[in-house]
């Protein structure tokens, strides 16, 4: 739990200061071409995933020891248990899944609804 709340840090104070501080425009310039040219790039992508893996592991974690703590029938503690580590698993799956097959830039959309940066590629 240290370790993960320490990279989760520098991954969320990263995150934070690249859309916020370092882009020009701060938080005016965060929109879905903004979000989909950063994922379109493998670092982002990694940056991304790692984020979301940690945080869903330590979340699911502390709820592991929220649930030890105070549920005290067998039963429920274990249906309990289950349901984090199933909640987690497919949170973990789906998410990313979904930051490595994301396509800004579809074929057959309308030019008009893509990004600016669609038209480069």
């Known amino acids: 739990m240290r370790a993960s709340g320490v990279v989760l840090v520098v991954l969320i104070f990263g995150h934070l200061a690249y859309n916020l501080l370092w882009t020009p425009g701060g ?8 979000v989909g040219g950063k994922l379109a790039q493998p670092f982002w992508q990694w940056w991304d995933v790692l984020m979301l893996w940690l945080a869903i592991l330590h979340g699911s974690n502390g709820m592991r020891t929220i649930v030890n703590d105070y549920v005290h029938k067998p039963t429920i503690r274990a249906v309990a248990l289950w349901a984090i580590g199933i909640a987690a698993a497919i949170l973990i ?12 830039c579809p074929e057959g959309a309308d030019p008009s609804l893509l990004p600016s940066f669609c038209a480069e590629l």
């Open 27 to 34: 938080i005016h310039a965060v929109d879905f071409g903004f």
């Open 93 to 104: 799956i789906l998410g990313t899944l979904i930051t490595f097959t994301f396509n800004p």
